[in-house]
């Protein structure tokens, strides 16, 4: 098969959102081009939301989001091939001009509003590259739960060869979680990722790891005891030392001669930010946030079937906003903290449930375009991925995205009573394996909770979207209008 060229769709990009002139920065997620634009109103929404390949344009979390689908990778390579080589560091604008939501033009608004945009920027920009292997590695961990079931006359022994060194595959994309955060967080900052990624390499450094799992103390002052902290799996402390690295090396390349910034730069940063993040941000971050992860795991148990009724029946519209990317850590705090998340179990009841509904518009409907579009979408859907789905048809037919949210809150519901949870990230039909007890592989509660929650939500959404959320006589939508983020000017 000829490799398609997306040097086209990718200079219709660039000329409707304004130009290169008006491009601030622009990195991507799963399926969307997240654009930092110093002028919204020079984009023009019309054409490219009427432009093939472009499935639906938004303006949230502060960034103009062009949402191409699964084929976003190969779209973001041929913009910043038309954007060139120099334009991470040539745009004019300094990074913290970059960072921020407000385009030029526009009102500055409310300072909270446009401070909770620009966190969720940073943290999309800092999890959206490496969310592919750590769910990758999430599937291999349930895999080899899977088969050392035994139920199934454990097929692969916990203490084999074979077990430890492909768990040892799977497992160290966690492990070395801050260093890819790290890594990650530095090239949306425009920093050094070489610096981030070694100060990240500090916190999974082993001796580090085993002083941390045995609360190791580091000093005392007046009675109170620092100790070292366990930051394998860990997100936050290292989103916030990647951004007090940046700081601190833009700090003193401002200041330090030309001829020793090359080495007492990163010998400096490294030391300083390292230190801060083990002694004072990373514990207090580590604290909060392994809190706030246990507080939603013990509120989803406890509250059962409210809380899987609730979380399942709205968890999707924050995925039209892009404000999912804040839950996103969470998840990834829960399953580090505790080896489970029963929030997650409940999301991937909402990706099954937007995936049937627009499986039932591609079977019901005789339109060709519906049917390859929806196929296509509901197979991306149940591989974790619903933008597609949602953007494509779900939304432009509304009956058809609510009939997807009836469908998961039902799963949620069904999720909630039976205290299911996750022990992997990958979600939806793909991720089965991910409900498997990792530490306990006999215990099969939460598999059976993913069976018969899909099966609802699937069933469900399917259904109600057959009988009532869809025809052929529907006229599409226009796309459904977007809210505009809090405090930026409404167009004309």
Not at 287 to 310: F, P, Q
Not at 329 to 357: F, K, W
Not at 408 to 429: K, N
Request: glycine share 10%.
């Amino acid at each position: 098969m000829a490799k398609k060229d997306y040097s086209q769709l990718a200079d219709t990009i660039v000329k409707n959102v304004g130009g290169q002139g008006n491009i601030k920065s622009l990195i991507h997620c799963i399926s969307r081009l997240r654009f930092y634009l110093k002028d919204e109103q020079k984009a023009n929404d019309d054409v490219l939301k009427n432009t093939p390949g472009v499935i639906d344009v938004i303006h949230a979390s502060g960034q103009y989001q062009v949402v191409i689908g699964t084929e976003v990778t190969h779209v973001y390579d041929a913009v910043m091939k038309i954007l060139g080589p120099d334009f991470a560091d040539d745009s004019g604008d300094s990074t913290q001009e970059k960072a921020t939501t407000a385009a030029d033009g526009q009102q500055k608004g409310n300072i909270v509003s446009r401070a909770f945009a620009n966190l969720i920027g940073f943290i999309t920009g800092s999890m959206s590259p490496v969310i592919g292997v750590i769910a990758a590695s999430g599937i291999i961990k349930g895999l080899l739960s899977l088969l050392t079931m035994p139920q199934l006359g454990e097929l692969l022994k916990p203490t084999s060869t074979v077990y430890l060194t492909v768990n040892a595959m799977a497992d160290s994309a966690f492990y070395f979680l801050p260093v890819l955060v790290g890594f990650a967080a530095a090239k949306k900052l425009n920093s050094d990722p070489i610096v981030a990624a070694v100060i990240g390499g500090v916190l999974a450094y082993p001796q580090i790891v085993d002083w941390g799992k045995g609360f190791k103390t580091m000093f005392s002052i007046g009675g109170f005891h620092f100790q070292f902290l366990n930051y394998t799996y860990s997100i936050f402390p290292m989103i916030l030392a990647a951004w007090l690295a940046k700081l601190l090396g833009d700090w003193l390349n401002d200041h330090l001669p030309s001829y020793l910034q090359m080495i007492f730069t990163p010998l400096i940063t490294i030391l300083v930010v390292a230190a801060i993040t083990l002694v004072v941000t990373g514990p207090i971050i580590q604290g909060i946030a392994n809190g706030l992860a246990d507080l939603i795991n013990w509120l989803v148990k406890a509250s059962g079937w409210v809380g899987g009724l609730v979380i399942g029946g709205f968890y999707q519209v924050l995925v039209i906003f892009g404000l999912h990317w804040g839950v996103v850590p969470l998840v990834a705090q829960q399953i580090s903290g505790s080896g489970q998340s029963a929030l997650n179990a409940i999301i991937s009841t909402t990706m099954v449930s937007q995936g049937a509904a627009v499986l039932a518009v591609a079977l019901k409907s005789k339109k060709d375009d519906r049917k390859t579009l929806g196929i296509a979408a509901a197979i991306s859907a149940f591989c974790g991925v619903t933008e597609p789905a949602i953007y494509g048809i779900n939304l432009r037919f509304r009956r058809v995205f609510i009939s997807g949210l009836m469908g998961s809150a039902v799963g949620g519901l069904i999720t909630g009573l039976m205290h299911g949870s996750m022990y992997g990230f990958t979600g939806s039909l793909i991720g089965f394996s991910s409900f498997f007890n990792i530490k306990n592989p006999g215990d099969l509660t939460s598999f059976y909770a993913f069976l018969l929650s899909s099966l609802a939500a699937l069933l469900v959404s399917f259904l109600v979207t057959w009988f009532w959320g869809y025809n052929d006589q529907m006229e599409i939508g226009t796309k459904v209008a977007k809210k505009q983020r809090p405090g930026s000017a409404q167009k004309a």
